[in-house]
């Protein structure tokens, strides 16, 4: 449960983050931002960022369950 749990903050900060560094002029490098178009609406994307911050997010959630 604490992997579901983990989904949502993990992408919330990968969002922000990738929409950060994106509008700062940065695309290529270890983050490898994208932009990706969903239904007239712009997101900026990071899989490594995204597994980063997936990664923090599940500890801290295993660490609040025990």
């Known amino acids: 449960m604490p ?8 992408a919330a900060i990968t969002l922000f983050i990738s929409a950060m ?8 490098g270890v983050f490898a931002v ?3 178009y969903v ?3 712009t997101l900026y994307w990071s ?5 980063a911050m997936f ?8 660490m609040m369950e025990t």
């Open 34 to 36: 994208q932009r990706a």
């Open 21 to 28: 560094l994106y509008g700062a002029g940065t695309r290529g």
């Open 3 to 10: 992997t579901i749990k983990a989904l949502v903050p993990g």
């Open 47 to 51: 899989w490594p960022l995204f597994l």
């Open 39 to 41: 239904d007239d609406v």
């Open 55 to 62: 990664g923090l997010s599940r500890a801290l959630v295993w």
